[in-house]
Nanobody
Framework: EAQLVESGGGLVQTGGSLRLSCVVSGFTLDDYAIGWFRQVPGKEREGVSCISKTTNTTGYADSVKGRFTISSDNAKNTVYLQMNSLKPEDAAVYYC????????????????WGQGTQVTVSS
């Protein structure tokens, strides 16, 4: 059974940093691209970043470029999202998700979702 489990969320001040982790099981990082999405109440879930080992690509939303870094550790079946210089508008529930092979940045092709982890940024 495919599973994704996020951790690392919490409360941080503006300008601070957090590192989110997404541990996957039931498949490998060679099989799926892993994306990070975020959602605030009343808004659609939006793509933040994505990594594909198959196509050797990473991608970032314009709003996080230069501040967030995605990486992976195949041995640990884990994808990380390092978030620096956090802003109040980054506050959201962050989800990791698995898409077949390549990153699309959209929710349409996601096969599996994690349960989410809350990120709160105080101003």
């Amino acid at each position: 059974e495919a599973q994704l489990v996020e951790s690392g969320g919490g409360l941080v001040q503006t300008g601070g940093s957090l590192r989110l982790s997404c541990v996957v099981s039931g498949f490998t990082l060679d099989d799926y691209a892993i994306g990070w999405f975020r959602q605030v109440p009343g808004k659609e879930r939006e793509g933040v970043s994505c990594i594909s080992k198959t196509t050797n690509t990473t991608g970032y939303a314009d709003s996080v470029k230069g501040r967030f870094t995605i990486s992976s550790d195949n041995a640990k079946n884990t994808v990380y999202l390092q978030m620096n210089s956090l802003k109040p508008e980054d506050a959201a529930v962050y989800y990791c998700a698995a898409e077949p092979v390549t990153c699309t940045g959209t929710t349409h092709w996601v096969d599996y979702w994690g349960q989410g982890t809350q990120v709160t940024v105080s101003s």
